[in-house]
């Protein structure tokens, strides 16, 4: 079982719609959680950080669910500029740190 | 401000060629480093992390080294490299913020190999 799993998609949505991706994690010792956006050929940047009692950043909500181990991401009112891929990031610690990423989930915002 | 920077953006190496990237990052100190490799179309995957200097942990059997001889200084080496080493290649950094958790990583901005 991969450590961190996400639906690869594509998710094709039109503009406007409401979409929510979903990311599971295995290590039940993972402490910090993220969402990044990466746009094609680009390095991956952050675009939230997901807090255990859930966090929302304008038209974006990040959830963390720590029993069922995942966690996620909700995107309202989608926009054109919306569309890249979405990786969920995961650090487990204990002694070390690793930085483990989901393969991403691609997003395609239409007209 | 923190930065990091990566070199060179884009390489094309024949086949059994050698290999450096470096990557260093400025404004901090004892950072997590890790490179990553992104076959196109593809998620990241983890190559190599490293917690401080000389300490290196590899996730993946392959045909790559890294190293670090300083603080803020990551190297990804091979000796000869292989087709299937092609790829995007990624350089990150992230530390512990003031709560004690790990803050978000920071990445380079990618070097694209391409073994001919």
């Known amino acids: 079982r991969k450590e961190v799993e996400q639906d690869p998609g594509p998710f094709n949505v039109p503009e406007g719609a409401t979409v929510a991706f979903n990311c599971t994690y295995s290590n039940s010792a993972s402490q910090s959680f993220f969402w990044y956006r990466q746009d094609c050929r680009k390095e991956p940047k952050l675009l939230m950080s997901?807090?255990?009692s859930g966090n929302e950043d304008g038209r974006f909500t990040a959830q963390l669910n720590r029993a069922s181990q995942y966690i996620s991401l909700l995107i309202r009112d989608s926009k054109l500029s919306d569309s890249a891929t979405y990786l969920c990031?995961?650090?487990?610690?204990?002694?070390?740190?690793?930085?483990?990423f989901g393969a991403g989930t691609r997003l395609a915002v239409h007209p | 401000s923190q930065t990091i920077h990566q070199w060179p953006a884009t390489l094309v190496q024949p086949v059994g060629s050698p290999l450096s990237l470096e990557c260093t990052v400025e404004g901090t100190s004892n950072p997590n480093l890790y490179w990553y490799r992104q076959a196109a179309g593809r998620g990241l995957q983890l190559l190599f992390y490293s917690v401080g200097i000389g300490q290196i942990s590899s996730e993946v059997p392959q045909n790559l080294s890294a190293s670090r001889p300083q603080d803020r200084q990551f190297i990804l080496s091979s000796k000869k490299l292989l087709l299937s080493d092609s790829g995007f290649y990624l350089c990150a950094w992230n530390g512990v913020g003031v709560t004690g958790m790990n803050t978000e990583a920071f990445f380079g901005q990618g070097t694209r190999l391409t073994v001919v």
């Open positions: 997901v807090y255990s």
């Open positions: 990031v995961v650090i487990t610690s204990g002694g070390y740190n690793k930085l483990i």
